[in-house]
Each structure stands twice: as C-alpha cells, then as structure tokens.
C-alpha cells in the first residue's frame, strides 16, 4: 500500500465521507503481547502508518518474559512452541534458525509437556518412598485412556450426564475411581496409592489448563482446544526471541511504554470529543472517580474539524483520539477492569463472556542447586499425597498452599541450564505463594523436597527465581479455559468487534479484541494470540481494501 486516497467511485457512507480529508486511519493498540506485536506487525506490513502501541508496563512480550540466568535463559511465562506443522510462532522460530539448537532431548512428546523426553518420572509420595514404575505406566495408561473420554463429548457430540456436572474433574474422577475400585486384581493399599495418583495427576492437569481446579473445567467444550500436530519445542535462546522478531520492524515512536490505559471511551460525537480533549468534567459521561480538579491533555487533533469516534485515555491523563483501537488485554485484566474501562459499557452479552470464561494462575518456581540430588535418569519428582486418596476436590487451608505444588521438572541438559528445577502451582495456592517471599517459599520448597525423597541432607536451593502472573496487575492471570457453564460460543462474542450493528450512523470497527482468549481452537497458546493479532489487522486491512491500493501511474 503506497496511499490511502479516497477512490472517485467512493459511496457516501460514513466511511468513506469521514476519510476523504485524511490519508491515513488512527489506529491505536492496547498491550504490547505476541497478540498486540502481530497485530501492529500485519497493520504496518498492510501500508497502516499512524499506529501507536500503548504498553502499561515497561517491556514489551505481555506473558512471554524470559530471563537471563548466567550463559542460559529461563522462561517465566511461555515456554514451549505446540506442534509444528502450521503453528506460526514454530514457522517464525524455524525460519530465523531459533530452533536449530533444539535436540530430541529438549522435545516433549505427551499431553503434559516436559524439558526432555529422555529420562523417567518419579513419583514420591509423602512418606518418602518411591511409587514402582510399572505401577505408575499402569496407571498412566488408565487415566489417559479415560482422558480420551473426555474428549469424546464436544468431537462426537456425546451427551453429557448429570452426574458429572458438565465437569472435567467430576467425570474423571468419577469414571477413574470406579475402574480402580473394581479392579479385582488390585490389593486395597495399591487401590489406595492409584487413587491418590489420581490426585496428582489433576493438579498437574490444572497447571497445563491454568485452572483453579480441573472440576472447573467445561466438560461439554473440553475437546474443542485443538492440538498442532507436532512436537513441542522449546527455543534455547528464550522465547523473547519471537516477541523480539515481531517488534524489530516496529519504528519506536510507535512504541509507548509505561502507558497504561485508563478508559477508552468509544462511539463519542464531535462534542464529547472535544470535551475528553479537554477535561471538561462537568459534560463528561463519566463515573465519577475523576478528581474534580484533574483534567486531560490530549494529542493534537491532525484533522482539524474531524470527531475522532474514540478517546483513548492513559493513566498520566493523555488522550489519544483514534478511529480504531485493538484491544489485547488478557481475561483476567477484562475480568477486573472492563466496566471502568470502556464508556460507554460494553454490551451485556459481552460482558456475560468475560464473566463465564475462565481465567487462573499457573506459576513457576525454579530451584538452583550447586548440585544435583537426583539421579540421572530422573527428569521429574511428582508430589503425591496419600492421605488425599479419598478427598474429592481437594480444599487447602491458607498456611498449606504449598500442598498445590505438583512437580518439580528437571532442566534438562545441565550444561545448559546447569542444576535447576522448575517447580509448578496453580490456582489460588499460586496467589498465596506470590505473596510469600524468596526465603519462604524456598524453605517450604526444600522441605517439600526431603520429605517426599526421604533424603534429608538436601540442601537449600543457591537461588530461587519465580513467576508472579495472578498479582501483576496488568496481566491478572496465566492464559484462559473454559470453564463450566462458558463454550466456544463465548469465546466469539468476546472476539466480536464493537459497535456490533453495521449501522451508517455509527464508524464500523471502533474496538477490536485480540489475544489467546478470543481464539476459539487455540485458546491458551502463543498461537492462538499471534493469530488473534492478526485476525483483528485483517478486520481493519479489509475493511480499507479500497484506499490500500496502490495507485499505478502510466509511464510519461
């Protein structure tokens, strides 16, 4: 696209009427994410020039953070690239040679995704002994064949019973409890062990889902998340490497860090412009949490005598008028700011959206250790309480969140990564342990770790290094599900731009939704937020097809 000049044959629609004395759209992105980077990355590849991109933090990746530990780096937040074959983040990746050190031995090959496929679980219970390895495959085999199931009801359209509650966990607990019981070959204390197995195994399942609790969890919508086929990789110079590659064309004055976004107020008219513009808080449509002695600043209108049909409001109290804004702020940022943040409200189906899906935190917690105490076919220590066999959803007083901590992995190759385990909680136990500090939480940790190896001269961890995704306040949260009572039709209306009528009275397109939550088969993944990204710049791409052509001139 070389301008963006109205077309003689240009109906007098308020598109193309409101365009006609300027060139280009003002199109503003809220977040700077893989969702936000793509977006902004397919807009100014499609000819789009005046976009600006407001971060509320002072880095760009949203849940993508890698960190620097010595020569490695550790992942924070994502961390594995699902499946390859059309996975665009594996592409971008394999194209830039991210991936041309990963090995067999850093690919995991199941649904719960490890550092390394080589090596043997260990499951350690909090006597301190060592679950045999048959009976861990013969249990594995018998809740991945019920996993199966589970399946079943959204692919095949299976009824669900009653008695499961439209739940995950019910059902599976449920359906692995039975089979363990009448097992006739089992004695009482191996029943007792499968079931406390099976504890575990849904505590490990609620971290990959980034659910409270897997009894949360829409059975009916399960087997809607559609899986890449494909291993999973991860990229050893830190996943940052893509955030990196998707900003790298991005002009900075584009880029605005440290900007959060207060409200953005859209379908506004000419006067309510003007009065956003300038803090006039008599006529503002607002709630009233502004001071009364507080007034905005705004940019310079470069359209003189053109309403802006949005304002978008920073927290420093600038205003940005814009013709689009492409929203990308995670569920649990819209869960916990959306009737502050948008005037007018969004419409109630909208909100019943964002109130249905889920949204909880998975964190990690890594370990350094001067050297190893596990041995060296051991790329995982699986934490499993007996005296949990027979709860039903198990309900943890606050002193003993670190009861959610499901596993430790190994990092695996130690010349990589050296001695370092990566240690994984969820729900509202990961809350509680955001708010423990290092010493704490590192303590517990090693308790946790003598105990269930019986080995009592394990050492402290040299340093300890974790995630905080639930209480950093412009994320809220690790990635979203859905949760019981909430489908994919949700999904859709929380992607569904606004204003939803094609009314000629109203500018199409004003707030457009991006992000791993709005992409139905792909929720919950880098891939599905890249993707997401560029949906919306496709909406906008699209609906300006007939000012993006290029003008060719006949050679003089």
């Keep these: 696209m070389q ?11 308020p598109l193309s009427r409101d365009l006609r004395t ?11 994410g893989l969702a936000g980077l793509a977006a902004t ?17 002072d880095r760009v990746g949203g849940r993508v953070q890698s960190i620097q530990h010595g020569q490695t780096t550790l992942e924070l937040g994502a961390t594995w690239i699902h499946g390859a074959n059309g996975n665009p983040v594996y592409h971008l990746a394999e194209d830039n040679g991210l991936l041309e050190h990963t090995t067999d031995g850093e690919r995991s090959v199941g649904r719960i995704s490890l550092y390394t496929k080589n090596g043997v679980a260990h499951y350690q219970t909090n006597s301190g002994t060592r679950i045999p390895k048959d009976l861990v495959e013969e249990f594995s085999d018998l809740y991945n064949e019920v996993y199966e199931l589970t399946q079943e009801f959204f692919q095949n359209g299976k009824p669900v019973c009653a008695e499961s509650q439209n739940s995950v966990g019910v059902f599976t607990r449920d359906v692995v409890r039975k089979k363990i019981t009448l097992d006739p070959d089992d004695s009482e204390s191996t029943k007792r062990l499968k079931l406390s197995m099976l504890q575990q195994y849904l505590k490990v399942e609620s971290c990959e889902s980034s659910s409270p609790s897997m009894d949360e969890v829409s059975l009916s919508e399960f087997g809607e998340w559609t899986e890449i086929p494909g291993a999973h ?3 050893p110079g830190g996943f940052m490497k893509i955030v990196d590659l998707l900003a790298q064309d991005i002009p900075s004055r584009m880029m605005r860090l440290g900007k959060p976004v207060r409200r953005i107020h859209w379908n506004y008219s000419a006067q309510q412009q003007e009065e956003i513009a300038h803090g ?23 359209n003189p005598g053109y309403a802006y049909p949005i304002s978008v409001e920073c927290e420093d109290l600038e205003s940005l008028p814009a013709d689009h804004v492409i929203v990308t702020a995670s569920l649990g940022v819209l869960k916990n700011r959306h009737e502050a943040l948008f005037s007018p409200s969004l419409p109630e189906d909208k909100v019943l959206a964002i109130e249905k899906l889920g949204i909880s935190t998975t964190d990690k917690i890594f370990l350094e250790f001067s050297d190893p105490f596990w041995s060296a076919e051991c790329n995982s220590i699986q934490f499993v309480w007996e005296d949990e066999a027979q709860l039903e959803q198990p309900v943890y007083p606050e002193e003993l969140w670190y009861r959610k901590i499901c596993s430790f992995d190994v990092l695996y190759p130690p010349e990589r990564y050296g001695h370092m385990l990566s240690g994984w909680i969820c729900g509202q136990e990961a809350l509680l342990m955001e708010r423990c500090d290092d010493e704490t939480v590192a303590e517990t940790c090693t308790k946790l770790l003598r105990r269930f190896t019986g080995n009592p001269n394990i050492p402290k961890p040299r340093r300890i290094l974790r995630s905080s995704w639930g209480s950093n306040p412009y994320i809220r949260g690790s990635y979203s599900f859905t949760r019981v009572g909430s489908s994919g039709g949700d999904v859709e209306k929380l992607a569904m731009p606004l204003p939803y009528t094609k009314s000629t ?3 199409p397109l004003q707030v457009l939704f991006a992000g791993e939550a709005t992409h139905r088969k792909y929720y919950s993944t880098t891939h599905g937020a890249l993707l997401s990204g560029q949906r919306e710049a496709t909406r906008l791409t699209e609906l300006y097809q007939d000012l993006h052509k290029e003008t060719t001139k006949p050679n003089m």
């Design 3 to 13: 301008s963006c000049e109205i077309s003689s044959d240009s109906t007098d629609d």
């Design 22 to 32: 300027r060139r280009q759209p003002r199109i503003v992105v809220i977040g700077a």
């Design 41 to 57: 990355k397919s807009l100014l590849e499609s000819g789009f020039t005046d976009v600006t991109v407001l971060e509320a933090s």
């Design 233 to 235: 990789h991860v990229i």
């Design 280 to 302: 006039d808080n008599n006529n503002r449509h607002d709630d009233g949490d502004h001071n009364d002695d507080q007034r905005c600043h705004g940019e310079p209108n470069p």
């Design 505 to 507: 009275k109203a500018p």
